[in-house]
């Protein structure tokens, strides 16, 4: 048995390391690349339509359309369909429009010095200032002003060529402050069998201090001359719940990098997913600004997900991207290349994976291909590995039988038969000798001799009544008592 454990143990090992080159396509970590695909610039404007009725004069309905653009900032996409996670700020206008709208209009339309702005202003002219206070809101009967107000948030994918539209969002759940989650939805769902690259999320922030992470957003609308940037981070200690969010510090105090990150979140990457760098998942979002840049949680971004009924979910292209995505990050350029093509036949202005597919057909087949490594590891003209496994188990067959009958095996006991007694029989005279018979457990073969006839000795005398041979001294037969001749 112990012969069959060991010759187990040694075919496992070999299937082990047969297996070795599967077992190394293990995700890496600290890659943004699963989440930068998902990445959107998100402009927000709020639309004024306006209509002033002039009775100052001749009765007169004046006609305006403004567009009071109030946020720019990155967002995370986080369904195929579309839907993003964003800031509050990014979709909520805490400015009040309509009073911009109606200081505009009617400095315009009276000639009149107006601030363009959202606070409520009087006019020296007695008639004039009575009409303006009317055209302010809130709407009453004696209202100068008609005014509609709705907010349109348009997202610009990471795509290329890039989209001169983007598509069209609105609000379906955010916080009550400005850095609180926020769930935007598509007013219209993004079409397709695959819909759109999503970003997977984390089930928790590292509590570690000094974890590192990333940043990923974009500082302008998506083009040629405008790309992802990515900014490496690192969490500070605090809580890592609730809209105070949590600090960022430099461990070794080369950077600081609260100011660091809160200029380019002033400059574009608000609202930009913080990326854990132990699986490359979104952890959290990027709030703050000026010299104190935060993150938010994941927590909150699945509570506002939970409380919008967004169920955050990934789709076909992500399952392909990120098995492309491993065979590259794993130096195996030759595979990766097809994974990173049929990325492209499923989205195909996905410019991270254009980006990787270039780099792995420059790659495939040199130096640094950990395929092509493999392959020429191996003689030329060797053999397929099946008949060596073919062979394998055949030998460990034919060890686990020969273990078997060695278990069974018993080493052959000798049988000795106990002496067996002379016939009955007159006991022997003092000069005669006893003879002991043993029987043996096996045959004892013995080779035919030849008898040689020889010419009696007549100094041996035999008893003339039985023939029993007589010693040299005895006068009567020892067996049957006859009376030797003298």
Known sequence: MARLRALASGVAAALVLVAMPVAAH??????????????????AVSHVEITLLDHVG??????????????????????????????????????????RAANKIFAEHHDVEIPADDKKHELSNELLDRHLQDCYPPKSDTATCIINVTTEITAFPNVSPASADGYKLKLARAGGKADSPAVLVPLDPVTGSVGMPTAPLADKVPDQQGAPTSVAGFLGRPGPKTTHTVEIAHLGKGGTSGDAGRPFTDPDKKVNEPVKLGGLADRGMIGAPVIGDKDGHVIGLLVGGGDDARMIGVREITKALTEAGVEPRRGAIDTAFEAALTRYHTKYFTEAAPGFQRVLELYPGNVVAAELLKTSLAKRGGPEDQGTREAAAEPAGSTPLWPFLLAAGILFLAAGGGAYLLWRRRDPEEVTTPAQPLAAGPPPDDGAHQTVVVRRSQPFHMAPQQQVMTAPDPAIKYCTSCGMKLGPAHRFCGYCGHPTET
Do not use: M, Q
């Open 26 to 43: 293990e995700h890496p970590s600290g890659i943004t690349d699963l989440v930068s695909p998902a990445v959107v610039r998100l402009e």
């Open 58 to 99: 001749r009765l007169k309905h004046v006609e305006r359309s403004y567009d009071f653009p109030f946020a720019a900032g990155t967002g995370t996409v986080i369904s195929p369909d579309g839907s993003v996670v964003a800031l509050r700020r990014l979709a909520v206008n805490d400015d009040d429009v309509a009073v």
